[in-house]
């Protein structure tokens, strides 16, 4: 493995993988940055040091089922080689965890320099395209959200306060490794996100089933921001005031698209509007 020595782990209480027991317990209450991440596109993520240098993340451990060690070689040799490599069996890994871990591959990891929301925005390019979430609480919502952002070319994500951690396991998981990708910053209140994109100079348009404009007749310009509301309730009517507002046509009958699809389906309208895609 390229100076990794895989680890074998027998007891669930050994004190080296403490970082990766009872993971939904340690999901709620994540301390000094560390989360639990699933998978094999993500370990490969976390391995790249590109990405690393990129975002911040780093990895402090990896815990894979036993019989998928070979399958990972070439992942793990692009690893740190201080970052250990523990392997277990089904039962001694599942007791661990807490509930069965279908994948069997784990990594431990630490976000180390977050930036502000200021400075992430001030750190983007003339030409930019920011997604912006208000009040989304629902971990599958916010990690289809990131997925999109990465699939149509955005270059930041901004979430306010209200908005669940997407550095939580399964939003990781359903982002498909896109929030470890796309630059992200959280601010204390939805007033704030709109506030700082206003104020550099960003064309910012709320999503809603009312809006003013049909998503298709937004017109283009160099820095252009997609605000999105929590499932079922959208934008505050305050908020909406605040900015210009956009809707998605859709057949009669259905009240509103899912939060996540109809950011993804807005995504591509503007994208294409600025030749992202």
């Not at 596109?41 to 815990?63: E, H, I, K, T, Y």
């Not at 965890?97 to 180390?112: E, K, M, P, Y």
């Amino acid at each position: 493995m390229s100076g990794h020595r895989a680890i074998r782990i027998d007891d669930p209480a050994d004190p080296r993988i403490a970082g990766f027991s009872d993971i939904r317990e340690r999901d709620l209450r994540r301390q000094h940055g560390q989360f639990i991440a699933e998978g094999t596109v993500v370990l490969r993520m976390l391995a790249d040091a590109d990405l690393r240098a990129a975002s911040g993340f780093q990895m402090q451990a990896v815990l894979l089922l036993e019989n998928r060690l070979d399958g990972l070689t070439e992942i793990l040799a692009n690893m740190r080689g201080d970052v250990p490599v523990y392997i277990a069996g089904k039962q001694v890994m599942n007791a661990i965890a807490g509930f069965d871990i279908h994948r069997g591959v784990l990594a431990l990891g630490t976000r180390s320099n977050a930036r502000s929301a200021s400075e992430l925005v001030t750190s983007l390019p003339e030409s930019a395209l920011v997604v912006a979430a208000a009040g989304i609480s629902n971990h599958d919502n916010i990690g289809s959200i990131f997925r999109n952002a990465a699939a149509f070319g955005a270059d930041a994500v901004l979430l306010d306060g209200e908005c669940c951690d997407p550095l939580y396991r399964k939003a990781i998981r359903v982002s498909v490794g896109a929030a470890l990708k796309v630059p992200y910053a959280i601010t204390d209140t939805t007033g704030t996100l709109i506030s700082l994109l206003h104020d550099r100079g960003f064309a910012l348009w709320g999503l809603s089933p009312r809006g003013e404009l049909d998503i298709r007749a937004i017109p283009a310009s160099a820095r252009m921001a997609l605000l999105t509301g929590t499932e079922g309730e959208g934008l505050p009517q305050h908020v909406m005031a605040s900015v210009r507002t956009a809707r998605i046509a859709q057949a009669p009958g259905l009240d509103s698209l899912n939060a996540a699809t109809a950011t993804g389906i807005a995504l591509y309208s503007i994208a294409s509007a600025m030749l992202r895609i």
